[in-house]
């Protein structure tokens, strides 16, 4: 099964800019690739999400802050964070989804703080 490595993740000021990563361990193409979020006592969230033909669906409350790309011949997806704010602070997990099976990474810190 592929296996999925996310970094990028740290700590930035209200208004800032993130970009995350994850590597997939093998050709993810026939993935549809997303991004998650788990803030402290809440549930996992859908953040965006990638086809392997780039359509893309973001939840409303990232709509034109966040976007998500891929690159295939790198094995890699990516969520470019702008103008964060504090409610944006979670645990960000990579997904890969196929054959109704998901695939999570391990996870990375975001925490937007003054």
């Known amino acids: 099964q592929v296996q999925l490595v996310e970094s990028g993740g740290g700590l930035v000021q209200p208004g800032g800019s993130l970009r995350l990563s994850c590597a997939a361990s093998e050709s993810f193409s026939r993935y549809r690739m997303g991004w998650y979020r788990q803030a402290p006592g809440k549930q996992r969230e859908l953040v965006a999400t990638?086809?392997?033909?780039?359509?893309?669906n973001y939840a409303d409350s990232v709509q034109g802050r966040f976007t998500i790309s891929r690159d295939n011949a790198k094995n890699a997806v990516f969520l470019q964070m702008n103008n964060l704010k504090p409610e944006d602070t979670a645990v960000y997990y990579c997904?890969?989804?196929?054959?109704?099976?998901?695939?999570w990474g391990q996870g990375t810190q975001v925490t937007v703080n003054s």
């Open positions: 997904d890969a989804y196929y054959n109704w099976r998901h695939y």
């Open positions: 990638i086809t392997n033909d780039l359509r893309t």
